[in-house]
């Protein structure tokens, strides 16, 4: 698959002026082709770039900054190799399931599911960054500096798989709106920090505290300082289980800044959202948090089955908690060919969100039969787990290899798609790759 060409280069190509202003919200002088940027077009443009702008005030209007404008590719994401790119106001960008092959995933191939627009990374100083933790429930208001953090709690390292909630939406039919995912918006690095359990210990938690949510220092994508992108939460359970982390590190080295540099909240097993990047600020609250994305119709689905294609009222929307089974086919990648007669290895992941995967079959004849693969222990809870197989095809022709996984509780995956909702979450349907044997 190609790199999608982002909508910022067809704005451009059709008019440079009017996409200046919709893109940054620069205006520009048309006799001079002067652009003037405001102070929110300012910090549009150097997010983009990733840096501040010193002579953004001599730029000439309707020209794509260079940083963004690259010659090999419409787009590129700094320490990113290969993923699909999705949309580029925010930046959200996918995996290709090949490039999810090893055990624990690597920066470069980590998605990027971006809400806002980040902290430029020259404003970004982990020596002074501050998390603050407060909220109506909590005993106390108090503050950290990651160094305080790092010198104050015990340090624990997990590896934990997140997935965005939207995760094969471009499959449902009728469509859902967002981004158009196919099966890349997951994956598993290794993650250090520490338990925000034990952070909020040290804080205090009030009897009534029920949920506990965050604030990140993105921005909103209208550029808006008064107006937060996203500011999700989990039920106190959640946040209290020991994997639930504040981390700096990611595969031991620092976060990647559009993973969340310098510091991240890591909550796995539910929907990525919950996961705040750029983290500065937790909050624990005395009822259901309700900041964006945590109302309405964001990161729900109907409570009960519906038709596909129907209204759903707000208020018979329920809130997605853990992840459903999954499974990933990662080698080799979908449309190779193979020689009759000689054994086809395949293998890949599975996870199945709080739950652990008890089982992951294969099937090479559109699920009339099933056959086993060898299952791995997960490296720790809500870590993914990895099955492999061979398998061998009676003649030459298209074979289609399908993955089925079960959890703990013997739920499996739809072979087809699961129950339809209006924006398009947690498609766990069987993931498969084509074959021609001959």
């Excluded at 704005?11 to 893109?23: C, E, G, N, R, S």
């Excluded at 260079?66 to 190799?81: D, L, M, N, T």
């Excluded at 259901?288 to 994305?293: A, E, F, L, S």
Aim: net charge negative.
């Amino acid at each position: 698959m190609a790199n999608k060409k982002p909508g910022i280069h067809e704005l451009y190509t059709q008019d440079p002026v009017a996409a200046d202003h919709l893109v940054w919200g620069r205006q520009t002088d048309p006799l001079t082709r002067r652009g003037f940027l405001t102070q929110s077009s300012l910090i549009a443009m150097s997010t983009a770039v990733g840096a501040s702008i010193p002579f953004a005030h001599l730029m000439p209007g309707g020209l794509i900054p260079a940083a963004v404008a690259q010659s090999s590719q419409p787009f590129e994401i700094p320490g990113k190799e290969g993923l699909i790119i999705l949309n580029d106001r925010p930046v959200n960008a996918e995996t290709p399931a090949h490039l999810l092959d090893d055990n624990v995933t690597p920066a470069k191939y980590l998605f990027v599911r971006n809400n806002g627009r980040p902290p430029v990374t020259s404003t970004i100083d982990p020596d002074t960054w501050t998390l603050e933790i407060g909220g109506e429930s909590a005993a106390r208001s108090m503050s950290f500096t990651i160094a305080e953090l790092k010198e104050k709690f015990e340090h624990y390292t997990y590896q934990l798989q997140l997935e965005c909630g939207g995760n094969g939406r471009s499959e449902f039919v009728p469509p859902a709106s967002g981004n158009q995912w196919s099966v890349g918006a997951v994956g598993c690095p290794s993650w250090t920090g520490v338990r925000l359990k034990d952070v909020l210990e040290d804080v205090g938690i009030d009897d009534d505290a029920v949920y506990v949510a965050y604030y990140g220092a993105d921005t909103h994508a209208s550029g808006d300082p008064n107006k937060v992108p996203i500011s999700r939460g989990v039920p106190v359970a959640k946040a209290l289980e020991d994997e639930t982390l504040v981390a700096w590190a990611m595969n031991g080295e620092d976060i990647p800044h559009m993973n969340g540099y310098p510091l991240r909240l890591v909550c796995a097993g539910w929907p990525g959202s919950v996961c705040g990047k750029w983290l500065n600020k937790i909050v624990v609250r005395n009822r259901v948090h309700d900041g964006p994305k945590m109302t309405g119709t964001s990161y729900r689905v109907p409570c009960s089955s519906v038709a596909p294609g129907s209204q759903v009222p707000e208020d018979e929307m329920c809130i997605i908690e853990s992840m459903p089974v999954k499974s990933l086919i990662t080698f080799p990648r979908s449309g190779v060919e193979h020689a009759l007669g000689e054994k086809f290895a395949v293998r890949g992941h599975a996870w199945a969100g709080d739950l652990e995967v008890k089982k992951v079959r294969v099937s090479i004849d559109f699920g009339a039969t099933w056959h086993k693969t060898k299952l791995t222990a997960p490296a720790n809870r809500l870590a993914w787990q990895h099955w492999s197989t061979d398998v061998e095809f009676p003649e030459a022709g298209y074979y289609e290899v399908w993955a089925r996984a079960t959890d703990s509780t013997g739920k499996a995956q739809p072979m087809v798609l699961p129950g339809w909702n209006p924006k398009g979450y947690l498609n766990n349907a069987c993931h498969r790759i084509a074959v021609q044997v001959g």
